[in-house]
C-alpha cells in the first residue's frame, strides 16, 4: 500500500471496538471536523480539503473499517459493516481524540456512515456534509430499469458471501479503475501515485469492501426505512452535494433529501463523483460555511 499521507497531519491509530482500530490523520487546530472517505478511496480523499481546513479547524481524516490501514475484521454477523456500527466507530474515534461534538463531512459510502452518524448521535455531530449520495431506501428505490444500470456493482455485492468476493478479486485492477475513470470528469484530479494507491488499497480490501456494500441491502436498508416510517428526521443542519443524477434517474434529488432533513441546503455541482479532488476548495469553503449555520 502506498505510504502517501496528507502534508503536515500526524498518523494515529484509534481502538473503537473490540478487535478494531481506524487509522487516521490529524491536523490543524480550531473547531474539529470529521471526515469520512468513499469507494473505492481511503482518507486521502481529502489531502486537499484537509490542508484547506487546517488552517482554522482541527481536521480528522480516519480510513473506515474495512478501508486503508484500518482494521478490517470478518463479517461475522450483519453489523459488522452495518452503517450504525461505522457511524458508532467515527463518534468514538472523534471522542477519543478528545472532541465530544464535530461537524461530520462524508462522500459516497463515508457520507452513508455520516447519515447515519447524523441520525444516531445528534449530541455529537453538529452539522452534516453529505457528498453525492441518497440515502439507502431512496438510492434502491430510484434504479430501476435499463438507467439503473450504472449501480450494477449494488446488485453484484448484494448477492450472498462467495460470488462477488471471487469475482472481483480475480479483476481487482480492472474493476475498481472502472469507478475511478467512470466517475471522473477530470482525469488530473487523481495523479499516477494516488490513482495506484486507491487501486492497491481496495485490491487489499475486496472482503471488507463487498461487506460494506452488502449491508445496504440488508441492515442499513432495515434501519433506514425504519427511520422513515417513524417519521425520523436528521436534527442538524445538513448540506447536500450532487451531480445531477436526477435527469438521468427520474428522481428529484432535493425533495428526497428533503424529506430527511428539515434545515437542508442542496446544491447540483457541476464537477465530477470526486469532488473533494475534483473541486476542493468548493468543498471546503461548503464545510466551513455548515459550521456557521
Avoid at 125 to 136: E, I, K, M, Q, R
Avoid at 157 to 168: K, V, Y
Avoid at 273 to 288: K, S, V
Amino acid at each position: 500500500m502506498s505510504p502517501l499521507s496528507i502534508p503536515g497531519f500526524t498518523e494515529h491509530r484509534v481502538r473503537v471496538d473490540d478487535d478494531v482500530s481506524l487509522h487516521a490523520e490529524v491536523g490543524g487546530s480550531g473547531s474539529p471536523v470529521v471526515l469520512l472517505h468513499g469507494f473505492p478511496q481511503t482518507r486521502l480523499m481529502w489531502r486537499h480539503v484537509a490542508a484547506d481546513l487546517a488552517a482554522d479547524h482541527t481536521v480528522i481524516c480516519p480510513d473506515l473499517r474495512g478501508y486503508g490501514a484500518s482494521d478490517k475484521p470478518a463479517a461475522t454477523t450483519p453489523d459488522v459493516y452495518a452503517k450504525r456500527t461505522m457511524a458508532r466507530d467515527a463518534v468514538r474515534l472523534a471522542a477519543a481524540l478528545g472532541h465530544e461534538r464535530f461537524t461530520l463531512a462524508g462522500h459516497d459510502r463515508g457520507a452513508l456512515v455520516a447519515f447515519r452518524a447524523a441520525m444516531d448521535h445528534p449530541d455529537a455531530v453538529s452539522g452534516a456534509l453529505l457528498l453525492d449520495v441518497l440515502p439507502t431506501p431512496d438510492m434502491w428505490e430510484a434504479l430501476r430499469g435499463v438507467s439503473g444500470a450504472v449501480g450494477f456493482h449494488l446488485y453484484l455485492t448484494a448477492q450472498a458471501p462467495g460470488l462477488p468476493e471471487a469475482m472481483i478479486q480475480g479483476a481487482a485492477d480492472t474493476f475498481f479503475a472502472h469507478f475511478l475513470d467512470a466517475w471522473t470528469k477530470d482525469a488530473r484530479a487523481l495523479p499516477a501515485d494516488v490513482r495506484r494507491h486507491y487501486l492497491d488499497a481496495s485490491a487489499a480490501a475486496v472482503p471488507s469492501i463487498v461487506a460494506d456494500y452488502r449491508a445496504s441491502a440488508g441492515i442499513d436498508l432495515e434501519h433506514d426505512s425504519a427511520d422513515r416510517a417513524a417519521g425520523n428526521r436528521l436534527a442538524q443542519p445538513v448540506t447536500v452535494l450532487q451531480q445531477d443524477w436526477g435527469a438521468a434517474l427520474g428522481y428529484h434529488a432535493e425533495g428526497l433529501w428533503r424529506a430527511w432533513a428539515s434545515d437542508l441546503r442542496h446544491r447540483t455541482v457541476s464537477c465530477g463523483h470526486f469532488m473533494a479532488e475534483e473541486d476542493p476548495r468548493l468543498i471546503a469553503a461548503e464545510i466551513r460555511a455548515l459550521t456557521r449555520r
